[in-house]
């Protein structure tokens, strides 16, 4: 009897979790549109091992979408205080996103910035940029990242610059 009360407590639905099956189920569940059922999760894997990093970037994605977007600010934050150029370059990129959507364009400005200073082939942050320079009425420095961009494979930027600037591609860099 006893040989089975063992057993039983280990197959127990109960057993602790660890931090990367919390973090696989938040996956499971951000990607079935489950957000927040996903931002639980994330969190549980954090507070698991506050080190996962993927973590903290897959939460600032949900809350991104679920429009919490100081939340999703404070996750990307987090990103970009560490010593991983890859989360921190990601970090900035997608702190630009929040700052843009919530009308602070100049701090978006600074963040992509921060991501083109880590990885300056980041096509996405030149086109992103450029769309806050515009919404700050800096049309020259916003053509200059939609070149840049567009440099870089950038589909998205190769449209606006055919649709505002037709003979963008055969003029000199």
Same mark, same amino acid.
């Given at each position: 009897m006893l040989a089975f009360a063992i057993l039983?407590? /280990?197959?127990s639905p109960c057993a602790a979790q660890s931090a990367e099956e919390y973090y696989n189920q938040a996956l499971s569940k951000q990607k079935a549109g489950e957000l927040e059922e996903a931002v639980r999760l994330y969190t549980k894997a954090i507070n698991k091992d506050d080190r996962m990093i993927m973590a903290y970037q897959m939460? !600032? $994605?949900a809350w991104q979408k679920m429009r919490q977007l100081q939340q999703a600010f404070d996750d990307y934050t987090i990103l970009i205080e560490q010593d991983d150029p890859y989360f921190r370059a990601? !970090?900035?990129?997608?702190r630009g996103i929040v700052n843009d959507i919530a009308g602070r364009h100049t701090e978006a400005i600074n %963040?992509?910035? !921060?991501? /083109?200073?880590? %990885?300056?082939k980041m096509g996405a942050a030149y086109f992103h940029r450029a769309v806050a320079r515009l919404k700050s009425r800096d049309s020259t420095g916003a053509f200059k990242d939609l070149h840049q961009a567009a440099r870089r494979g %950038?589909? %998205? $930027?190769?449209k606006w610059l055919d649709l505002l600037s037709p003979g963008w591609r055969e003029a000199k860099p």
């Open positions: 039983a407590s /280990l197959a939460r !600032g $994605a990601v !970090g900035y990129f997608n %963040d992509f910035t !921060g991501a /083109l200073k880590i %990885d300056w %950038d589909t %998205d $930027a190769k």
